[in-house]
């Protein structure tokens, strides 16, 4: 799954990174014979800049590049419901897990994660490490890195029963409701919580004004 327009998370990473001069470096090694293209700095800026202004209108014209709140919405429904990923990682994905007989699940608001990477755990779950695979063909072709259960069987990593498997297109919602709302957002707090729910719930009020 790559596109080149990047998810709405790091689009001003990518600008960013397209801004200023080191950039050049890379057109200088693309270029035949080790001659410098003589571009000025800013021109490379202007033209990712175009770049990302043509992803943000064809995105919002053809395939929504940025997340919907309905899709950010139906990803929270997916996670505190019908995945329960709050039993192990928290409501808020701190790892204050929900349920206290379940594993504890990583603090999801540290993860460095990128999107893609999400997806694959999220699929393919951390085999020995009590992280279900939520899809419910993981390990019986080769989308998990090629592996089978009997591979994993002969590793002697167990695989932890998720409560129910999730479809592709549950999972990127699923994702675009972490990215826009747990990972890498840092603690949760009341303005967090009340973003988090779409309006000031009881929980909120746990965290100071
Ligand atoms: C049965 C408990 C359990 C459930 C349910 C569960 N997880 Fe996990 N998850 C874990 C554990 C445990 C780890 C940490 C593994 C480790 O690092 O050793 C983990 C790790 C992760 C990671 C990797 C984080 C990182 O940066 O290393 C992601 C992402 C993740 N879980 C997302 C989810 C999502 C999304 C769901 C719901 C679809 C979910 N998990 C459901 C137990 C669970």
Not at 47 to 68: E, H, K, R
Request: aromatic share 6%; with cysteine.
């Amino acid at each position: 799954m790559s596109d080149s327009c990047g998810t709405g998370a790091d689009l001003p990473a990518s600008a960013k990174a397209t801004a200023g001069a080191p950039k050049l470096a890379r057109d200088r090694e693309a270029s035949e014979g080790g001659q410098a293209p003589r571009r000025p700095w800013w021109l490379a800026s202007a033209v990712a800049l175009v770049g990302v202004v043509v992803c943000w209108t064809l995105g919002a014209g053809a395939q929504a590049q940025l997340p919907s709140e309905a899709s950010i919405a139906a990803g929270r429904r997916i996670y505190l419901q019908k995945a329960d990923c709050q039993a192990c990682h928290g409501w808020a994905g701190d790892g204050e897990k929900m349920d206290s007989q379940a594993p504890d699940g990583a603090n999801l608001r540290m993860s460095q994660l990128d999107r893609d990477q999400l997806v694959f755990v999220i699929k393919c779950g951390l085999p020995g490490r009590d992280m279900p695979a939520f899809d419910r063909l993981a390990y019986t072709d080769d989308r998990c890195l090629g592996r089978t259960r009997a591979d994993l069987r002969r590793m002697g990593l167990e695989l932890f029963d998720p409560g129910a498997t999730l479809q592709s297109r549950e999972v990127e919602r699923l994702t675009d409701f972490l990215l826009a709302k747990v990972v890498r957002q840092g603690s949760m707090d009341r303005a967090k919580c009340i973003d988090f729910w779409g309006e000031e719930v009881d929980v909120c009020s746990e965290f100071p004004r």
